[in-house]
């Protein structure tokens, strides 16, 4: 269980600092855990962000889940903030959406826990 | 034929591409026949009762008939595993089942992989996740096995003490470096593609000294293989025409789709099965292997059983982190240190520098080639130096080399480039 928590904080840092790197001037979180899944909410100001932009996070983050790949490789999550880490991020969680709406990003992720 | 390659332009059922590593097995198969070694059985044996220690080249210890049976068991094995368990097919999956089929050739046996993948499964039910889950790091961890090898048939001890010994120190080992390997990677960040290779050799640098000081020092050896074997070069050469081939046929915009790889840094994870597909994908692997295969021989190498680990594991990775934009300043940082140490390039421990130096494939490809070039350049005085550390017990040894490198060099370049900032 510890671990799935971290593995939540991981993403949540993952993408804080994603987020935070493209120059957002505003940055909000929220975490809603339920029964085994959870949904991560991030809400950011960004002037500057295109829709093609964020089209190539949203692919990156919907690549297939790979549990394979989450047990070995997910410690790398969160700690460097720099090119392959939201493909690791992509590969922890089961579905991402997201939109553009009055200069800000809304990115929406969704994990189920499983073994 | 025609009709199954034209249909793999459509994507395919998981099960059905697993099934084209049977290739694999089914080579080494009919090389034991071409081979035709009178005395197969009794040199397979030899490799299975051998100490395994680094470098130990079974095709020196019971010729190329023996060698391959040995190699064609462990892959017919492990990918029986994998459809056992049903594994999604993935870039991991390739650099793993190419990696042990490689160091099937130099260290790795039925008799020292069992008790690994043991440790594996113990270590699932005791964390209460599938097997399935970790089975990938098992199969890596294979480079553990001359610990078991070693215990049993090395040290001295006797009969049934030594087999207990082997098998459960290695079940241990198999436990253990899952939860290490994974801590380990944030040492270099995933820049130094062979982590198992670093975590194996911390855990036998302490296995080491705790049997040197119980009074059971390790000798390393150096068995190689040093005939131009027809047999051997040829099955090299089927594999990476084999991988191009299909891909090939497999992928109908193919030069377009490998293109979107090579801007891929390698870094950790990398696999390529999901930008560029299944066909680019195996095209991939099948250059690089060439590649490689190439370098060797206009280095004037022997193709041996060390030069088949260290081509094989890059075709393997070829899937998840390396192709030939970042892995040619890798093969000339490695080239030019190895020629400023005076070392002979035809050496086969020189061209296992070489080859094995792409584990830091991830900083040329991040950092550029000047990095790639430094990085394969230290790269071979590390490697030298720390293999006496863990007494050749880890067979990637130059994962463990590459770890440290990774680990310095990541800072030192994040330094210069104003990382604090």
């Known amino acids: 269980m510890r671990t799935h928590i971290k593995r939540i904080t991981s993403i949540v840092d993952e ?79 089961d579905s991402a959406h997201g939109y553009l709406e009055n200069g800000s990003i809304v990115l929406i992720l969704h994990r189920e826990e499983v073994e | 034929m025609m009709e199954f390659l034209t249909m793999l332009k459509k994507p ?60 064609g068991l462990i892959a017919l094995m492990n990918i029986l595993l994998f459809h056992y368990l049903k594994l999604p097919y993935t870039g991991l999956m390739f650099a793993a089942f190419f990696t042990i089929f490689g160091f099937s050739f130099l260290g790795m046996t039925l008799v020292n992989l069992i008790p690994i993948y043991l440790g594996g499964l113990v270590y699932s039910r005791f964390a209460k996740i599938k097997f399935r889950s970790i089975i990938m790091l098992s199969v890596f961890a294979g480079t553990l096995g001359p610990v078991v090898s070693h215990l049993i048939f090395g040290y001295g001890f006797s009969g049934a003490w030594a087999w207990f010994l082997g098998i459960s120190i290695g079940i241990l080992m198999g436990f253990f470096v899952i939860p290490i390997a994974r801590h380990l990677l944030k040492f270099h960040d995933g820049y130094n593609l062979y982590n198992i290779g670093f975590a194996a050799g911390i855990m036998g640098i302490i296995f080491v000294s705790v049997m040197k000081s119980l009074g059971y ?77 190439v370098l060797v021989l206009i280095l004037g190498g022997v193709v041996n059983g060390f030069m088949l680990a260290g081509i094989y594991t890059i075709i393997g990775f070829g899937a998840f982190g390396k192709h030939p934009k970042n892995i040619w300043p890798i093969f000339a ?28 494939v991830p900083i040329a490809g991040a950092y550029g080639p000047f990095w790639g ?42 330094t210069l480039k104003g990382g604090e900032k």
């Open chain 2, 217 to 293: 020092p390790t000798v390393r050896v150096a068995l190689l293989y040093q005939v131009h074997d027809s047999v051997i070069l040829t099955l090299m050469i089927m594999s990476c025409l084999y991988l191009i081939t299909v891909g090939f046929f497999a992928e109908a915009e193919l030069i377009k789709k490998w293109k979107l790889i090579l801007p891929i840094s390698g870094r950790a994870i990398s696999d390529f099965t999901e930008p560029a597909g299944f066909g680019a994908t195996l095209f991939n692997m099948g250059i690089v292997g060439l590649m490689s295969t």
């Open chain 2, 373 to 414: 070039i430094v990085a394969g350049f230290m790269h071979v005085f590390v490697v030298r130096q720390v293999g006496d550390f863990h007494g050749g017990l880890n067979l990637y040894n130059n994962g463990f080399a590459g770890g440290l490198v990774a680990g310095v060099l990541i800072i030192i370049i994040q």
């Open chain 2, 12 to 71: 395919l059922p998981n099960r059905l591409r697993v099934t084209l590593l049977f290739y694999f097995p089914l080579i080494c198969f009919l090389g034991v026949f071409i081979a035709n070694d009178p005395q197969v059985l009794d040199n397979f044996v030899k490799i299975q009762l051998s100490p395994a220690i680094l470098l130990t080249d079974y095709l020196e210890v019971g010729g190329v008939g023996a060698t391959l049976l040995n190699v």
């Open chain 1, 15 to 93: 993408i804080m600092t994603y987020l935070l790197l493209e120059n957002f001037s505003k940055l909000s979180v929220s975490v809603e855990p339920k029964g085994k899944s959870t949904k991560l909410h991030f809400i950011s100001e960004n002037d500057s962000m295109t829709q093609k932009q964020l089209d190539e996070i949203l692919a990156t983050l919907n690549q297939p889940r790979q549990i394979e790949l989450e047990t070995y490789y997910w410690t790398l999550v969160g700690e460097s903030g720099v090119d392959m880490s939201l493909n690791v991020v992509g590969r922890m969680i």
């Open chain 2, 333 to 360: 940082g490695s080239i030019l240190s190895s020629m400023v140490l005076g070392l002979p390039l035809s050496a086969t421990t020189t061209l296992g520098s070489i080859l094995f130096a792409t584990t830091l």
